[in-house]
């Protein structure tokens, strides 16, 4: 079984910074694509940052040049660097991971159980 722990979450002021963390544990044969979602209040879940096993980065718009994600795959976590934090980052975030448990298995999408950021004003 797989299981994805999240750390980091909080309370900051507009202009803040957090760094938020997850690690995978479990059986594990290979991750591809880690990244980070957020649900804020009223909204759909949505897109934050993504990064494949190479180091490859996608952003969502709102992200850019603000967050940072990176990766280390030895230890098979995933982090999030957030600078400049907005009341309109407000969220829970989510981790994601695309994880392949065995040899042959299909390639499964896995959640953390989400971890709330809170910006105020």
Known sequence: QVHLVESGGGLVQAGGSLRLSCAAFGSIFRINDMGWYR??????????????????????????GRF?????????????????????????????????????SNVDDYWGQGTQVTVSS
């Open 39 to 64: 649900q804020g209040p009223g909204k759909q879940r949505e897109l934050v940052a993504t990064i494949t096993t190479g180091g490859s980065t996608n952003y969502a718009d709102s992200a850019k």
């Open 68 to 104: 940072t994600v990176f990766r280390d795959n030895a230890r098979k976590t995933v982090s999030l660097q957030m600078n400049s934090l907005k009341p309109e980052d407000t969220a829970v975030y989510y981790c994601n991971s695309e994880i392949q448990t065995t040899t042959g």
